[in-house]
């Protein structure tokens, strides 16, 4: 065998029967790769169809609703250390939607509590300096006012809360931790829930969702399926102080009963009796006694309690408790505690009448008594 076969060294051998293995395995996508180079082409779209009804009916939803939530942020007055000059320095931020054609914009007063000043940023990116028209803390909401000429959003459509259901589909639109309008879904999780308040009080009648409800949600509103404002985002329950699916919002009745009376004398002014009661010492004499009732424990001299005869407890000599008036419903509604009464004179303005049920000695009697101007 001539020289030239004999001195190609075995591995060559060995490299080319690899290369024709490979070869003969991977085909001519594998010699036009060698030979060519790489050419990666972009995937077949696959056709998607029409979007199911329901994404169609919450893409319209947000897509009405989107131009009439706001995007809040407010400023403090603050003293610089070594100049003593005033600073105006970012506090915070949350969320609001447009409440009627003057400009009227709705949001929480823990929103604003503290605030100097706000901003209220629209949809289309324009911004305006807002001006506080009222607040009512027990109802933990707020009404600011800006100028818009032209293009002024149009007002959400308000629903009502009396009738909804644990289960209905709720949307939350806000800017949660400053990501402006941001959509979440949910359902009514329960109904009638309670929160502290500011100044001791306690807010009724929350609705519970589980829309993840973050801060800077707060302000933003809750709509019902229609697009219908149900509620206002206030408030949500979390170990973390992120959504834990717990969130509250004040009831849309509550809403539209409190805010234009802020509007109107810029502040909210709740109806009174004329009593003294104490939550935690009504629970305690309702668990001891066997009476589910709110006790009256005084009357004011000269309130529309005292003029219609209720009669307080009196505390004996030696100790002593001796149970007086007993109120067990108003206009009908059964009370058993004293956020439920509170609830239901807020139901009515000062001076109107009310028929109060009593339980007097251990019989029951009505008594109608006109409400008195209470505190804010």
């Known amino acids: 065998m001539p020289d030239r076969f004999r001195r190609v060294p075995p591995f060559l051998w060995i490299a080319t029967a690899a290369l024709l293995l490979i070869l003969a395995w991977h085909g001519l996508p594998l010699i036009q790769s060698l030979l060519l180079g790489t050419q990666a082409e972009p995937r077949v779209i696959t056709p998607r169809g029409n979007l199911a009804e329901d994404e169609r009916s919450t893409i319209a939803l947000f897509e009405a609703a989107r131009s009439s939530v706001v995007f809040i942020s407010t400023t403090e007055r603050v003293l610089a250390p070594w100049s003593r000059n005033a600073l105006n320095v970012p506090r915070g931020t949350g969320s609001g939607f447009v409440w009627d054609a003057a400009g009227h914009v709705v949001t929480n007063h823990h929103v604003l509590a503290g605030a100097s000043g706000a901003t209220v940023r629209l949809a289309d990116g324009r911004a305006f300096s807002a001006a506080l028209v009222g607040t009512s803390p027990a109802h933990d909401l707020a009404v600011l006012r800006i100028g818009v000429a032209i293009g002024r959003p149009s007002p959400l459509p308000i629903g009502t809360s009396a009738d909804l259901r644990v289960g209905q589909k709720v949307f939350a639109i806000g800017n949660p931790f400053g990501l402006d309008w941001t959509l979440t879904t949910g359902i009514i999780s329960a109904l009638n829930r309670e929160l502290p308040a500011q100044a001791g009080s306690v807010m009724v009648g929350l609705v519970q969702t589980d829309a993840a409800i973050n801060p800077g949600n707060s302000g933003g509103p809750l709509l019902d399926s229609a697009g219908r404002l149900i509620g206002v985002n206030t408030a949500i329950f979390s170990p973390s102080g992120a959504s834990a699916g717990i969130g509250f919002a004040v009831p849309v009745d509550v809403v539209n009963r409190v805010v234009p009376r802020l509007i109107a004398d810029g502040g909210y002014v709740r109806s009174d009796l004329g009593i003294r009661?104490?939550?935690?010492?009504?629970?305690?004499?309702?668990?001891?006694?066997?009476?589910?009732?709110?006790?009256?424990?005084?009357?004011?001299?000269?309130?529309?309690?005292?003029?219609?005869?209720?009669?307080?407890?009196?505390?004996?000599?030696?100790?002593?408790?001796?149970?007086?008036?007993?109120?067990?419903?108003?206009?009908?509604?059964?009370?058993?505690?004293?956020?439920?009464?509170?609830?239901?004179?807020?139901?009515?303005?000062p001076g109107a009448t009310v028929g109060l049920t009593i339980l007097r000695g251990g019989r029951s009697i009505t008594l109608d008594i006109p409400l008195q101007a209470g505190g804010r």
């Open 277 to 349: 009661t104490d939550a935690q010492l009504n629970e305690a004499l309702s668990a001891r006694l066997g009476v589910q009732g709110v006790f009256v424990l005084d009357v004011v001299p000269g309130s529309t309690a005292a003029i219609a005869g209720l009669r307080p407890a009196q505390l004996t000599a030696d100790g002593g408790f001796i149970p007086g008036d007993i109120i067990i419903a108003v206009a009908g509604r059964p009370v058993s505690r004293v956020p439920e009464l509170l609830a239901a004179l807020d139901q009515y303005d």
